[in-house]
């Protein structure tokens, strides 16, 4: 044996591998994980039944071009199956959108903060990123990102934003896109547009016909509560989509895709009910949170938003376990679960920080 071999460690007294099996499944209804804004129920139990049966086939390919989930999806909008793009989750359409228009050095335009995705995706696809504060209420500065975009290649405008959950008015929504040079493509990102009261709504399908360079972004991560399966799609005017469809991967979309799609539109009433659910939970959340002292922007997504305060927020939720994310700015953005992760968030945020 040689001195090298000797030194090493016996193969069985090393630590072992973190576990990679079923057991390091994340657990599906867990109260206190609140830090990536997922769905806090479990797929519906039609979901699931056509899940199962679409891993039986696990051995066969899905669709080369997701051709039958395009129309689907397509139908249920309202507009042409050439309007369509999938991907895995919106952030692989987002990364398809930018392979599809941009240049390595094109400038892009964002909020700050914003969903972390998009500075990621950005630097991928090795874009300059421009940054836009957010205004004091937690709004999108339309009239800055604007002005910002007319020397950028694409602009980010996510509604409601993350992590803010707020919502531009329709209006200013308009003239925010009247604004921005028609040379200029828009992501409209709407990953959570299904928690949007139906009074504060706009008609991207109308937005995406008047102008033909807005893209809507949307998910069934959030919403839907299929975060684990990746399906994100996106829809524009068809002479944008066909330069979008050229980077749609060869069988990119996994066989659980069209199946987990179609059943979750025939579940469509329960779903609407968990989405009620959720969104009495956020009223609920913001209210007593309001009656303690403790301001929150006026979210309309499945989370809350703290700004940054007084309190050092990770102190509070890292004291009981409790996972929320923590933005760059020093504000937390808390997702919204059941009746117990309302009561776990509040118990945090009573209990006095511990004099050192
Ligand atoms: C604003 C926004 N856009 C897009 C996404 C990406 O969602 P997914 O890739 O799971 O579809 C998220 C996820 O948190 C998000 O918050």
């Known amino acids: 044996m040689t001195a090298l071999a000797e030194s090493q460690p016996p193969v069985s007294i090393r630590t072992p591998p973190p576990r990679a099996d079923v057991d390091a499944l994340p657990i599906a209804v867990d109260p206190l994980a609140l830090s990536l804004n997922e769905n806090p129920f479990p797929p519906l139990p039609a979901v699931r039944a056509a899940l199962v049966k679409s891993i039986d086939v696990a051995n066969r390919y899905p669709e080369f071009f997701p051709e039958r989930l395009r129309r689907v999806v397509a139908t249920r909008i309202g507009i042409a199956d050439e309007q369509v793009v999938l991907g895995p989750g919106a952030t692989g ?52 990102i604007a002005y910002a975009a007319s020397e950028a290649h694409v602009v980010v405008l996510c509604r409601p934003h993350n992590p803010t959950g707020t919502v531009e008015s329709a209006s200013a929504t308009e003239e925010f896109l009247e604004r921005v040079p028609s040379d200029t493509i828009v992501i409209l990102d709407e990953a959570y547009v299904e928690f949007v009261a139906p009074e504060f ?5 109308g937005l995406a016909e008047r102008f033909p360079n807005v893209v809507v ?69 913001r209210a ?69």
Not at 201 to 205: E, F, G, K, P, Y
């Open 93 to 144: 359409v987002m990364l398809q959108v930018l392979h599809a228009i941009t240049d390595p050095g094109d400038r892009i335009v964002m909020s700050e903060p914003t969903f972390d995705g998009f500075p990621i995706i950005s630097r991928m696809t090795r874009l300059s990123q421009i940054t836009v504060p957010l205004d004091p209420t937690g709004h999108n500065d339309l009239r800055a």
């Open 201 to 205: 709504s706009i008609d991207s399908v």
């Open 288 to 356: 007593q949170l309001h009656a303690m002292g403790v301001f929150t922007t006026d979210s309309h997504a499945n989370f809350v938003y703290l700004p940054a305060s007084g309190r050092a927020w990770r102190e509070v939720f890292d004291s009981i376990d409790l996972l929320v994310k923590h933005c760059s700015d020093g504000g937390v953005r808390i997702t919204i679960g059941s009746g117990s992760s309302t009561r776990a968030v509040l118990a945090a945020i009573r209990t006095p920080a511990l004099a050192i």
């Open 217 to 285: 972004l949307r998910t069934f991560s959030k919403a839907y509560g299929l975060a684990g399966l990746r399906i994100g799609y996106a829809f524009c005017s068809k002479e944008l989509a066909s330069r979008l469809w050229e980077m749609q991967l060869p069988f990119g979309m996994g066989i659980t895709s069209l199946v987990a799609v179609v059943a979750s539109y025939r579940a469509e009433s329960q779903l609407r009910q968990r989405i009620r659910l959720i969104t009495a939970e956020r009223c609920s959340l």
